[in-house]
């Protein structure tokens, strides 16, 4: 809880401790006929002490209301409260004007606290910028600051830092990772005449890069205009609570006057009677249950979501949830886990002796004792599928060439296990593979190809399912990696549409014209979990963040955060946004249905304010209850 809301609740706890000590006091006084003056002048002395409680309890309230008739802004909900506890005290009745702003701080703070603290900057958390760039300059190297780096001047980029500025390779080549920039699963092989960008990664060798691009107009300094452009276009969800107030305030204040003014004409009598009736009204009118029913319907939903590893970080975005028609998901580390898995091992027969499983199982202790001691993501999956290992005493003279894969000499035979490229070298034909492949083969022939993919999430399919039965109307998949790929993903789970070899900011311009073609009152999800995905979880409607291994800067552009890594509980995201709408307005129509029938009844001139407080504080009590339901969630 933050230090404000922290003081708020002191604030609301003493003055309410203190309202019941004054209430209490005043209510002994009456029926021990206690009488210090005389009763007239200690009925407006009783005032006094009510009075003192009721500005610490609304202060904040009256400067509010101030400020919006500063603005033009006069008939909202804090001029409508501010008239009612007024109204009270004027006709003698201050322990109900102190209720009613009680009872809306109340319903204020349970609000402040469901959408929680403020979200940091996401620039701060951004850990893309680069901090330095050693260029080369008058045959040295210096550390400068990137923006302190021309065109044309030459940087080296170490093994393991960042690459601060777009460039072209001029010397040396490396492993780069691009995963926080295009979300590609896999690193990039970047040698002489490569284009490389910043923001990413150097992975093994020093590169030489002649820079292409002044900083500002780097593709980091992009991505990070990006994000704070995203968060200023996206529009907060408007409270239904302004909304309401903004055209029933009127019309109540409308109808107390038309009761002042036209009910002595219309009924001759005295105007002091139909006078104390209007402010009466006024007091009935005030929205205590309604104000508080609405926030804690939202933040029922918001606890039983939390409950299931959901973190919805404000009310609106339940009721956007909700309202969802197109969900566009990123790839890598949403849809997909990351890790490779073999999907298929060709063994070719010219090679192979015994069986079609034994020539397999061989093929695949051949490319893992190979592939044992590389880092790359496919190497290690090949070893980590390989039961039975080839012994290290059997294995020699071990060669990596970067960029296409690794040789060794295993009984006296040398294999060759990498990408085509290694082949091409070798002038050895080989057909193309559809998925990820790695090819093996000895000096004279190809010996088989192992084809591995991007392993889908267990629950994938499911989510996609879910999705569809939920109402949406499109599932949209976002990503950095190749066309065959994302086209492979996307088939297996059923996903609408697709979009491959995507940046950031084609992925936010994609976004834009998903958004463009929605249909009035719809929404626009997106999914991602990497930092290239916080654009765009900026940007759509609503931003949902992986976060049990996504990057801290998408799970602060975000807006709803799923704990674990499992896309299916977008679905329960959903299931739990529809259900917790559903329980707020039954909420919203019980509270306006018994305020519509008092406020006749005191039209009437039937209903006395306690009688109004006291449907006020039943009303609120049933609401509890029921935004009490939203919290219990399936698993």
Not at 47 to 53: D, G, H, S
Not at 228 to 245: D, G, L, V
Not at 557 to 582: F, G, H, N, Q, Y
């Amino acid at each position: 809880m933050s230090k404000k809301l922290r003081k708020k609740l002191w604030r609301i706890v003493i003055c309410l401790i203190a309202y019941i000590a004054v209430l209490s006091a005043n209510k002994i006084c009456e029926i021990k006929e206690v009488v210090f003056f005389e009763p007239a002048t200690d009925k407006w002395l009783w005032a006094i002490p009510f009075l003192a409680v009721f500005i610490a309890i609304s202060f904040d309230i009256i400067k509010n209301a101030v400020r919006s008739i500063v603005k033009g802004l006069i008939l909202d909900e804090n001029f409508l409260m501010v008239i009612a506890s007024i109204g009270a005290f004027l006709i003698g009745s201050y322990s109900e004007g102190v209720a009613v702003m009680l009872f809306y701080q109340v319903g204020e703070w349970f609000q402040s606290y469901a959408v929680g603290k403020s979200r940091k900057s996401i620039k701060e958390l951004m850990d893309i910028r680069p901090d330095y760039a050693n260029v080369y300059r008058d045959g040295v190297s210096q550390t400068v600051d990137p923006d302190e780096v021309s065109i044309g001047e030459t940087i080296i980029v170490n093994p393991g830092e960042k690459i601060p500025l777009d460039g072209v390779v001029i010397d040396g080549s490396s492993n780069i990772d691009t995963s926080s920039l295009t979300g590609e699963s896999l690193p990039r092989f970047a040698q002489e005449d490569d284009e490389v960008i910043s923001g990413c990664v150097n992975l093994s060798g020093v590169i030489k890069v002649s820079v292409t691009k002044e900083f500002q107009e780097s593709t980091v300094n992009k991505i990070l205009e990006l994000m704070e452009n995203a968060t200023e276009k996206k529009a907060a969800s408007e409270n239904f609570i302004h909304r309401f107030a903004l055209r029933y305030t009127p019309i109540v204040c409308l109808l107390a006057l038309a009761l002042a003014v036209l009910g002595p004409i219309i009924t001759k009598q005295s105007f002091i009677p139909w006078l104390y009736r209007a402010l009466e009204f006024l007091v009935i009118s005030c929205p205590c249950a309604l104000v508080i029913s609405v926030p804690l319907g939202f933040f029922g939903g918001i606890g039983g979501a939390g409950r299931v590893g959901i973190l919805v970080k404000g009310s609106s975005y339940i009721e956007l949830l909700g309202e969802a028609d197109i969900v566009a998901m990123d790839k890598t580390g949403t849809l997909t886990s990351g890790v490779f898995c073999i999907e298929k091992v060709t063994v070719n027969p010219a090679w192979s002796n015994g069986t079609d499983e034994d020539a397999r199982k061989k093929l695949l202790q051949i490319a893992a004792a190979v592939e044992k001691h590389s880092t790359h993501p496919i190497a290690q999956s090949i070893v980590a599928s390989c039961d039975d290992m080839i012994g290290d005493e059997r294995i020699s003279d071990i060669n990596e060439t970067a960029g296409k894969g690794v040789s060794a000499v295993i009984d006296d035979i040398r294999y060759y296990v990498g990408n085509k490229k290694m082949l091409d070298d070798m002038h050895i034909d080989a057909s193309e593979a559809s998925n990820t492949a790695v090819y093996v083969s000895t000096e004279g022939e190809i010996c088989g190809i192992i084809e591995l993919r991007d392993e889908e999430k267990s629950d994938a399919a499911e989510c996609v399912r879910g999705l569809k039965k939920a109402g949406v109307s499109r599932v949209v998949m976002l990503t950095g990696d190749a066309v065959e790929t994302a086209k492979d993903i996307a088939t297996r789970l059923g996903i609408d549409e697709y979009y491959a070899k995507l940046l950031p900011t084609d992925k936010v311009s994609i976004v834009e014209q998903l958004l463009s073609n929605l249909k009035k009152g719809k929404k626009l999800v997106f999914v991602g979990d990497g930092i290239n995905d916080a654009p765009v979880l900026a940007r759509a409607d609503v931003g949902i963040a992986m976060g049990g291994l996504g990057s801290d800067a998408a799970i602060e552009a975000a807006d709803v955060v799923l704990m674990t890594d499992e896309p299916s509980k977008l679905v329960t995201a959903m299931r739990i946004s529809k259900r917790t709408l559903r329980i707020v307005r039954e909420n919203i129509v019980f509270a306006i249905g018994v305020k519509i029938l008092i406020l006749i009844l005191a039209a009437c001139g039937v209903a006395s304010m306690w009688a109004a407080v006291f449907a006020d504080v039943g009303v609120a009590f049933i609401a509890i209850l029921n935004a009490l339901r939203a919290m219990k969630v399936k698993q």
